[in-house]
């Protein structure tokens, strides 16, 4: 399948995914590592030229048309991309950015197996899109904040999802929902298999590239640690989860979806700086933000609208290497405008690093993405 639309303000194709390599070899020019059409010894068919030139992005000769040129240069060149996935019990959306420089976006979003390519696209439009799914609420849920090991997150998310299974049999059989403790052989046991996205520990094994399973003495080692964190309590020879944890539990009653966000830039043809994470949505108000980092990962409970503020910073200033800022302040805007949802205090400081002028409360330089 190979379709055009075109505009005066902009562009917009759907083609397979088969034709990506095609695409970048009648192009011919230059093409980046993180661009979609790069692929190496690619060749475009005849075949591929007949439908290429049915979607309107080349002559029946194989030349790409003049309209054309910007996006495709765009889509060849780019230095930075922003891949969001959104995954419901029924569908899964996916939809990638890429732009050059301070250029125009590229949208890709794939769609029944075909790829529609829109350009130019504003951040603006690629946050709103993202928000359609997860809303734009300023209201968080319960404030939770932890930074954990491989296996103290296995234990932690054992226990949060053995608790939230307590509070659904409640639910069901109209019974008031009260924390529970578990021995530590129930907690193993909820330590189950992979691609099962509606329990936190499964979620945790699929995050891990190695199985980030724990044996008997492991988990007791995990417990009596995050115990020290004020996460878990120790009853006897059970455990239970703290009071702000059990909160969270309740909160998370049911994943309704998963937002998945893998953002780079290419600073330099070699350095590659990228950030990804994933977030569970629960209702309208609860985000748990899940962000491995080589041997930790933190949870993170924000809003919807912090959410869809620090997608819009990434694909802004690409500066993913920096941490984010949560202490944006959207509580005054119901309806939050992007553009201005970063905006911080007017006390101002100097990167170290490149002399650029920052916010003083900033946490990262906007221009080069410096931890400050």
């Known amino acids: 399948m190979a379709t055009n639309t075109k505009?005066?303000?902009?562009?917009?194709?759907?083609?397979?995914?088969?034709?990506?390599?095609?695409?970048?070899?009648?192009?011919?020019?230059?093409?980046?590592?993180?661009?979609?059409?790069?692929?190496?010894?690619?060749?475009?068919?005849?075949?591929?030229?007949?439908?290429?030139?049915?979607?309107?992005?080349?002559?029946?000769?194989?030349?790409?048309?003049?309209?054309?040129?910007?996006?495709?240069?765009?889509?060849?060149?780019?230095?930075s991309f922003g891949q969001f996935e959104i995954i419901r019990p029924n569908i899964t959306i996916q939809l990638t950015t890429y732009r050059k420089g301070d250029g125009e976006y590229a949208l890709?979003?794939?769609?029944?197996?075909?790829?529609?390519?829109?350009?130019?696209?504003?951040?603006?439009?690629?946050?709103?899109?993202?928000?359609?799914?997860?809303?734009?609420?300023?209201?968080?849920?319960?404030?939770?904040?932890?930074?954990?090991?491989?296996?103290?997150?296995?234990?932690?998310?054992?226990?949060?999802?053995?608790?939230?299974?307590?509070?659904?049999r409640s639910i069901a059989e109209e019974l008031e929902p009260v924390p529970l403790s578990f021995e530590e052989t129930e907690i193993l046991s909820a330590l189950g298999t992979k691609g099962k996205y509606q329990w936190l520990a499964s979620i945790i094994c699929d995050l891990h590239e190695e199985k980030p399973f724990v044996d008997e003495k492991e988990l007791a080692v995990a417990l009596k640690s995050i115990a020290s964190k004020g996460f878990v309590e120790q009853k006897g020879n059970k455990w239970n989860l703290s009071m702000d944890s059990a909160l969270l539990a309740r909160q998370m009653?049911?994943?309704?979806?998963?937002?998945?966000?893998?953002?780079?830039?290419?600073?330099?043809?070699?350095?590659?700086s990228s950030a990804a994470f994933g977030c569970l949505q629960s209702g309208i108000h609860g985000v748990l933000m899940i962000d491995p980092k080589g041997d930790s990962i933190t949870f993170s409970s924000l809003s919807p609208a912090e959410l869809v503020a620090y997608i819009a910073y990434l694909l802004d200033f690409?500066?993913?290497?920096?941490?984010?800022?949560?202490?944006?302040?959207?509580?005054?805007?119901?309806e939050i405008e992007i553009e201005d949802s970063n905006s911080v205090a007017d006390s101002s400081k100097f990167c170290s690093e490149c002399g650029t002028k920052v916010q003083g409360d900033s946490k990262f330089c906007d221009n080069c993405g410096t931890k400050l």
Do not use: H
């Open 7 to 79: 505009t005066s303000e902009n562009i917009e194709i759907v083609i397979e995914p088969a034709l990506l390599a095609p695409f970048g070899a009648i192009w011919g020019g230059e093409i980046s590592q993180i661009s979609p059409l790069a692929a190496e010894d690619a060749k475009a068919s005849a075949a591929d030229i007949k439908n290429l030139s049915k979607a309107g992005v080349c002559t029946t000769t194989g030349e790409i048309i003049p309209e054309m040129e910007e996006m495709v240069r765009t889509l060849a060149e780019a230095d």
């Open 108 to 168: 890709i979003i794939n769609e029944d197996g075909n790829l529609r390519i829109s350009y130019p696209i504003g951040s603006d439009i690629v946050a709103g899109f993202v928000s359609e799914y997860t809303g734009r609420s300023a209201l968080g849920g319960c404030e939770f904040e932890a930074v954990m090991t491989w296996k103290e997150a296995c234990a932690f998310s054992a226990l949060i999802d053995l608790q939230r299974r307590s509070y659904l």
């Open 253 to 272: 009653l049911i994943t309704e979806q998963i937002v998945s966000v893998n953002a780079g830039k290419m600073y330099n043809p070699d350095e590659l």
């Open 318 to 334: 690409g500066a993913p290497q920096a941490e984010f800022d949560r202490s944006v302040d959207t509580t005054d805007e119901p």
